[in-house]
């Protein structure tokens, strides 16, 4: 049976190139899109898939929420997560909620086959760098402030980092401002900063915004 594919993220542009790499890697390969997170989880949800390419940086939604939500449907399909962002603050986060491959937007197409072909026979892809990271982090060396955050304070981190209001990152994240308010709290406690201009230089030095 020829494989179907799931490509979930925000540019067209990108959508296209991945279905068109994989579709010239897969003959006879059929490959549905999605430009957000809605319409990614809907199309999931109706049917079966291969493997799905989904984009961490989506526009209505967390990226890491959406990956959950699959993985908690069909626990057995393959999700290879795609990122703009620095590799090693969400490769680890993603790969812990059950992402079997972290790549970077920038990875040739070439890993991008790889990855698929991996986590089709059930693996998981990390790139060389990632696996220096990975052992780092099993190391329990090179520890940072944000590895501390639970995944939703690293998700409102990125938010008010990137210059959303505590109420904007409540409705993106579908969540009470009381709530975002909170978790900022708790942020700033475990990072030991002060302001919110503190969390954005210190997210920018980091890669955990653009």
Known sequence: MSPRFLVVDDHAVVRRGLSEILRDAFPGASCEEAGDARDGLASFKEGRWDAVILDVGLPDRSGLDVLKEMKAHAPATPVLVLSVHAEAPFAVRALKAG?????????????????????????????????ERLADVVAGGGGEPHESLSDREFEVLRLIASGKTVSEAAEFLHLSVKTVSTYRARILEKTGMKTNAELTRYALSRGLVS
């Open 99 to 131: 992402a079997s491959a972290y790549l970077s937007k920038e990875s040739a197409p070439e890993e991008l086959v790889a990855a698929v072909k991996k986590a089709r026979s059930g693996g998981r892809y990390v790139s060389a760098v990632l696996a």
